[in-house]
């Protein structure tokens, strides 16, 4: 902003990747002014797409269909493929004995984290790859009276005091790419501006349900060896897109036969345009995904500038 | 990302559950509802004037006044219609309002507050057996529902939080462990 190089564009819906199909290179973009709707053509010599996992894929789908039907960076058929999440709302908790005497003062800033382990160091399970946990302790508050007896004065004054300790986690799992996991441009469905949506279809498979006795089964392991009463595991369901990290559809890799993007997060059917959201992962390992979307995002901005600098973009 | 609904929803459908509250989600829609609750504390939905009195005295013999305000000065009552209106299904809403009519039924607003107690105490007792051996699926006590709905509208309230239990807006520190001595209130806000 400091520069006064940088106009930000407010309301603007993109609709398209401009495409050149003459010197093969993206020329800029179209938007749709949300409020006005008025279109307006920016021209651009290179474009970062950066529209969140799902979005930047829609455009991709609807851009330079005369050359691709598929989209731009369709080529492979690997664009829209692979759509990924982190499967979640498995674990255990329990209750710790003691402790009575203590308490906590302020909000608790973080609970506790467990790394990926299974799979890992000789560990070989009946399924690929493995999860985290996230977990954390704390005493129970009033909640815990809806199934308590009693009602009346002493139980009201019992309920607004700390009660037990508990502790508990819940695994987050790797979820395995799948290509009939995919997104497609809904051929009916469309938005209050007239574009047409995503039409979504994706389920997790064998893998992760496998995966689920393990992230229930591992921590009550884990709090009975610590001494945790009335340990109980639960797996409360899942269905894609519950764990709001959505990843893939744009996936990058070494052969642009098999992906939509190369290393540099560059789309191989127009190398000046990057995309660098979720939509670039090819796997989701199992943490939280932002810091790693925003260090590949810093890091495509690096090289691109480098290449502009060189003239080789 | 969920929306109010959805946050309401997801703690009112643990019916029989432990509800948990921690969500920042969850906190705005309860703020919301407790604004709204005095807003309009008339009709709500098809709760009547006389339905929400019966409420608040139900919810007051559940949580009455002791040191601290009971559940009625903290308008319960209007929340529990509210929460019921707003986020109970067309089943659970017959099983509440069916409640409300046994509680009609038995006299309970004209009845001494030792009476009331004492109706209550029975309910509460018939409920925790249903409710400790009732098959998957089968519906909840209506009582179960008066009861959570009591607790979650009372302290969650700007007095169940102040007054019942204790508030800082701004605690400026964390503190994992630190000394705890019997009758000391819970921290309001925490999961």
Known sequence: ????????????????????????????????????????????????????????TW????????????????????????????HFRAGASGR?????????YGRRPTGFYIPRYRNLFGDKR????????????????????VAELGV?????????????????????????????????????????????VLAIDCATGENERLMRKDMMNDMAEMLEASGVKDVRTYDNGYWPGMGIHEMGT??????PKTSVLNSHNQVWDAPNVFVTDGSCMASTACPNPSLTYMALTARAADFAVSELKRNNL | MINRREAIKQVTAMLGGVVFVGSGDLLTAIEHAHARVTAARKQIGSFTAQDVALLDEVADTILPETKTPGAKAAHTGAFMALMVTDTYDDKQQAIFRDGVKKLND?????????????????????????????????????FRLMKELALFGYFTSEIGCTQAMRYRETPGRFDP???????ETTWAGHA
């Open chain 2, 177 to 183: 462990c630190v000394p705890y001595t019997p009758g």
């Open chain 1, 250 to 255: 744009a996936r990058m890799g070494r052969d």
């Open chain 1, 96 to 104: 710790i004995e003691g402790l009575d005497d203590k308490y906590y």
């Open chain 1, 1 to 56: 902003m400091a520069t006064g190089r940088l106009t930000l564009r407010p309301f603007a819906i993109v609709t398209e990747v401009l495409y050149d199909r003459n010197k093969k290179r993206a020329t800029g973009v179209r938007v749709l002014d949300a409020v006005t709707e008025q279109t307006t053509d920016y021209s651009a010599r290179i474009i970062f797409l950066c529209a969140s996992t799902l979005n930047s």
């Open chain 1, 59 to 86: 455009l991709l789908l609807r851009s330079a269909t005369n050359v691709w039907p598929g989209g731009l960076g369709s080529s492979s058929d690997a664009l829209g493929r692979n759509l990924m999440d982190h």
């Open chain 1, 152 to 196: 009346g004065a002493a139980f009201k004054d019992a309920a607004a005091q700390p009660g037990s300790w508990s502790i508990g986690g819940t695994a987050f799992g790797e979820m395995l790419p799948n290509p009939a996991n995919r997104v497609t441009i809904d051929p009916t469905k469309r938005d209050k501006w007239g574009l047409p």
């Open chain 1, 126 to 145: 009946e399924y690929l790859r493995g999860f985290g946990y996230q977990g954390g302790a704390s005493r129970s508050g009033w909640s815990r009276a």
């Open chain 2, 106 to 142: 038995a006299s309970f607003m004209t009845a001494t507050p030792a009476q009331r107690l004492a109706q209550l105490e029975q309910l509460d007792r018939e409920q925790k057996a249903y409710m400790d051996t009732r098959p998957d699926g089968a519906p909840p006590h209506f």
